[in-house]
């Protein structure tokens, strides 16, 4: 399977199984060239190479579908990670020593980094471990990837992928009153409950079963579940009447 937003499928012979894991993070590499989507995804059909990725983006800002998505794609130097990462190689704009990212390729990724997180429930957050929903190849092996451009911009990334998802952080509501309590229906296959409103707490569970809950207190972007098992992103419900 792949996202609604390619342009073309080039499947590479480089994948393998994800060892049953679900996807909860994305990955983001440079190529390390001036390079167009199909000439990037092209490197990865030679066998020899034993190198693959999920989605290949390229400087014209035209998205491949490489590796299906339920696949584990060779990109990080780590079975671990690929086993529960989307991984994503982008085209640069500039060579060395910046390796920048062109805007056309840059919007591309925002748009199909918010595509898999509503598809798989991620909520996009970055804090430098491996941890995170987003990680990097740095992580896993002696690589300068995903390149200094990217490295700095990270949180900007991240901030146009939540604006894109609408997950914008929100000052606090007000406290419910007792009557404010309402219905949501679960819209995704997986979704976390967290401790607190946030990614910052620790998980307490999880929701499969795209049930109906009810929530009895709001912040920003998340909810209370009645239960008290803990808060939900609200993202990724919809309102029961």
């Known amino acids: 399977m792949f996202s609604e937003l390619i342009q073309k499928e080039m499947i590479s ?8 894991e ?5 990955t983001i590499h440079h190529a390390a060239g001036v390079i167009n989507a199909e000439p990037l995804a092209r490197i990865f059909e030679n066998t020899r190479r034993n190198a693959s990725c999920n989605y290949a983006i390229g400087n014209d800002g035209v998205i491949i579908g490489v590796v299906p998505e339920e696949m584990r794609s060779f990109c990080s ?3 671990w990670n690929d086993s529960r990462a989307i991984t994503i190689e982008v085209g640069n ?15 591309s990724l925002i748009l199909l980094c918010a595509d898999i997180c509503r598809r798989y429930c991620i909520v996009p957050y970055f804090n430098g471990t491996t941890d995170a ?3 990097f190849h740095c992580f896993y092996t002696q690589t300068e990837c995903p390149g200094p451009y990217i490295k700095n911009h990270i949180k900007e990334i991240v901030a146009r992928i939540n604006n894109e998802l609408c997950l914008i952080p929100t000052e606090p509501a007000e ?9 949501i229906k679960v819209t995704c296959d997986d979704l976390n409950i967290r401790s607190g409103p946030g990614t910052k707490f620790k998980k307490t569970g999880h929701i ?4 109906v809950y009810t929530i009895v207190e709001t912040s920003g972007n998340w909810g209370k579940l ?14 029961v009447k």
Not at 22 to 26: A, E, H, L
Not at 93 to 107: C, H, N, Q, R, Y
Not at 175 to 183: A, G, H, N
Not at 226 to 239: E, F, N, R, V
Request: net charge positive.
């Open 226 to 239: 009645k239960s008290g098992a803990g808060w939900i992103c609200l993202k990724y419900t919809k309102g």
């Open 208 to 211: 499969t079963d795209h049930g």
């Open 22 to 26: 679900r996807i909860t993070k994305i």
């Open 93 to 107: 704009s500039t060579g060395a020593p910046k390796w920048e990212i062109g805007e056309k390729a840059m919007k």
């Open 133 to 135: 929903s987003m990680t």
């Open 175 to 183: 406290p419910p009153k007792e009557d404010s309590s309402y219905l």
């Open 77 to 79: 130097t780590s079975r």
């Open 13 to 20: 012979p480089n994948y393998g199984s994800r060892d049953g």
